[in-house]
T-cell receptor, first 115, second 110 residues
Framework: DTAVSQTPKYLVTQMGNDKSIKCEQN?????MYWYKQDSKKFLKIMFS???????INETVPNRFSPKSPDKAHLNLHINSLELGDSAVYFC??????????????FGEGSRLTVL | GEDVEQSLFLSVREGDSSVINCTYT??????LYWYKQEPGAGLQLLTY?????DMKQDQRLTVLLNKKDKHLSLRIADTQTGDSAIYFC??????????FGKGTRLHILP
């Protein structure tokens, strides 16, 4: 059973299109994240939701809009795709409690290629 | 600085020890982590250390923490070909963000 699953795994699209990536976790965690990993493998946090509320919103263009319909899901919608959006997008989840280590559980990533 | 810093590449002979170093930024970080990323996969937690510890050992892995210098290291004893991966240092900051370094690509020489 996959703990954090993302779809699609690969996405190839033209500049200017709108696309979505979905993420689901079955770990019962209350916090979910989106990270972007560029071609040099640098990993940057984009968003974090705790119990469906946005708690971290880094300096990300407003073409990127996360949506969390419930605690187990966090989707990422991207409007007007640009070449620079090409990257691997990772979803992650964790459980925020004082006694927890805050370990992040990652999905396998969604590789987005914008042509 | 604002970034978690680590060197980008490390080459080690099979059987030798690998030492990956990292400097972090937030002196109040509660936990510091080492994550491993194999090709085509997501990151997986390798080990972590609580900020009130200065050393943690887990089989072939040894983590050393120097809070004064904000320096974290990961030593892998008896490095094997299966250890070839990218290793990310990460800190959990007081604003609840977990911030990653740029990753160290470990290459194993035969």
């Amino acid at each position: 059973d996959t703990a954090v699953s993302q779809t699609p795994k690969y996405l190839v699209t033209q500049m200017g299109n709108d696309k979505s990536i979905k993420c689901e976790q079955n770990l019962g965690h209350d916090t979910m994240y989106w990270y972007k990993q560029d071609s040099k493998k640098f990993l940057k946090i984009m968003f974090s939701y705790n119990n469906k509320e946005l708690i971290i919103n880094e300096t990300v263009p407003n073409r990127f809009s996360p949506k969390s319909p419930d605690k187990a899901h966090l989707n990422l919608h991207i409007n007007s795709l640009e070449l620079g959006d090409s990257a691997v997008y990772f979803c992650a989840s964790s459980h925020k409690r004082a006694e927890n280590t805050g370990e992040l559980f990652f999905g396998e990533g969604s590789r987005l290629t914008v042509l | 600085g604002e970034d978690v810093e680590q060197s980008l590449f490390l080459s080690v002979r099979e059987g030798d020890s690998s030492v990956i170093n990292c400097t972090y930024t937030d002196s109040s970080s509660t936990y510091l982590y080492w994550y491993k990323q194999e090709p085509g996969a997501g990151l997986q937690l390798l080990t972590y250390i609580f900020s009130n510890m200065d050393m943690k050992q887990d089989q072939r892995l040894t983590v050393l923490l120097n809070k004064k210098d904000k320096h974290l290291s990961l030593r892998i004893a008896d490095t094997q070909t299966g250890d070839s991966a990218i290793y990310f240092c990460a800190e959990s900051r007081r604003d609840d963000k977990i911030i990653f370094g740029k990753g160290t690509r470990l290459h194993i020489l035969p």
